[in-house]
């Protein structure tokens, strides 16, 4: 069984799309999303520098852009079930035929914005802490004020506040943690930081007509698989001021019995999530378009 998942913030490179442009027809995809949501994709994930594509408006539907025109360069595949990481739930909801890919990208740029103008409220951050034990870890933010906004499972939690209370972290980390390190994001996402957007990214939802999941959906909410584009698209809303449970997701790829996972452009931080967590699964980044082959192979063989 094949899972096909999406990365978030923060797996964005400078020039990143530019070999995905070189295939039949991704760029004028590409193009016609640009002008479906007023951003320039092409410029953006060809030549604009690390500073230019960390701003939230810009990062998110340019990751959901990717995670679109990577995985279409698969072919007509039917995974055994999907999902995304923050962000990457807008692109998975588009794979499981919830959201068609214009609908998936007016959303997205729509939430960007949202989380961009919530995040300039408060100077905030996120650090990810590696290592250590999730339990002490959490009481240990907590006591700082913070918010363990990711649980990312295989000893990872990225940690959410304000720019004080994450250098008051990196001077006083969790017992047992081998490392603290500041995320390449603009705000304190999924954490109350967020709860402007919510209601914005509410509003926006309800222009949209989802559709029933095709396959299994996997949600960052509770790791439960979800049946109706409905309870999707009320996920989606209220997820940006919630902390995403990866771990549990990771569960319950196993409890569905998956056996390879692959992760859509710019592939690398969930694989590598999932070759310490899920041992035995196969495991593929798609970085460029040179992965696609190997990937295909996967698929044949998996989904």
Not at 171 to 178: A, F, H, I, L
Not at 195 to 213: F, I, N, R, S
Request: glycine content about 10%; hydrophobic content about 50%; some cysteine.
């Amino acid at each position: 069984m094949l899972v096909l998942v999406a990365p978030g913030q923060g797996a964005q490179t400078p020039g990143f799309l530019t070999p995905w442009l070189e295939l039949p027809g991704a760029a004028d995809r590409l193009g016609a999303w640009s002008d479906a949501i007023g951003l320039d994709l092409a410029h953006y994930g060809t030549q604009a520098d690390a500073d230019a594509i960390r701003d939230t408006a810009v990062a998110q539907p340019l990751l959901v852009a990717a995670g679109l025109l990577s995985a279409a360069a698969l072919g007509d595949i039917v995974p055994g079930a999907v999902a995304g990481h923050s962000v990457g739930e807008i692109t998975a909801a588009a794979y499981a035929g919830v959201l068609d890919d214009t609908a998936a990208l007016t959303l997205v740029r729509k939430r960007g914005l949202a989380m961009a103008e919530a995040a300039a409220i408060t100077e905030t951050g996120m650090s990810a802490l590696l290592g250590g034990d999730p339990e002490v870890s959490v009481a240990h933010l907590e006591k700082l004020g913070l918010t363990p906004a990711n649980m990312n499972g295989a000893g990872q939690i990225v940690a959410a506040g304000t720019m004080e209370q994450l250098a008051a972290l990196g001077e006083d980390k969790p017992e047992g943690v081998r490392k603290v390190v500041p995320l390449k994001v603009a705000g304190a996402f999924h954490t109350h930081h967020m709860g402007p957007a919510v209601d914005k990214l509410a509003e926006a939802a309800k222009e949209l007509v989802p559709a029933d999941p095709k396959v299994a959906y996997v949600s960052n909410k509770d790791g439960h698989a979800v049946t109706t584009g409905a309870e999707v698209l009320e996920r989606l809303v209220g997820q940006v001021a919630n902390p995403v449970r990866w771990d549990l997701c990771m569960e319950t790829f196993k409890e569905l019995g998956v056996t390879a996972l692959i992760e859509a452009c710019p592939g690398g931080t969930l694989t590598g999530l999932a070759k310490r967590a899920l041992p035995g699964v196969k495991t593929l980044a798609l970085k460029t378009p040179d992965d696609l082959d190997a990937a295909r192979e996967l698929v044949a063989e998996h989904a």
